[in-house]
């Protein structure tokens, strides 16, 4: 059974910067791709930024320019480097990771901006 577990939320005033970390029982390599989303109270959970096994990364538009993903593949963990943050970040960040036959989720981590 593989797991993500997703660290680093927290509480940032606007303007201010988080590091989120997930870290995956298994090879990050053997994913085809991981991803950040994110759930705010009464919205869809929306996908933020995705790296591909051959390390292309993607971004939603709202956060092009702010946030970058990354990995370290020595400690199979996934990061989400968050900057200038602002109040319509705040939402639960959950790690996401999927290969040839199955979608795995960690357990999300709060990111609440204040303003």
């Known amino acids: 059974q593989v797991q993500l577990v997703e660290s680093g939320g927290g509480l940032v005033q606007a303007g201010g910067s988080l590091r989120l970390s997930c870290a995956a029982s298994?090879?990050?390599?053997?994913?085809?791709?991981m991803d950040w989303y994110r759930q705010a109270p009464g919205k869809q959970r929306e996908r933020v930024a995705r790296?591909?096994?051959?390390?292309?990364?993607v971004y939603t538009d709202s956060v092009k320019g702010r946030f970058t993903i990354s990995r370290d593949s020595a400690k199979n963990t996934l990061y989400l480097r968050m900057n200038s943050l602002k109040p319509e970040d705040t939402a639960v960040y959950y790690c996401?990771?999927?290969?040839?036959?199955?979608?795995?989720w960690g357990q999300g981590t709060q990111v609440t901006v204040s303003s």
């Open positions: 298994r090879s990050i390599f053997t994913f085809n791709a």
């Open positions: 790296i591909t096994r051959y390390g292309t990364a």
């Open positions: 996401h990771a999927d290969d040839v036959t199955t979608s795995y």
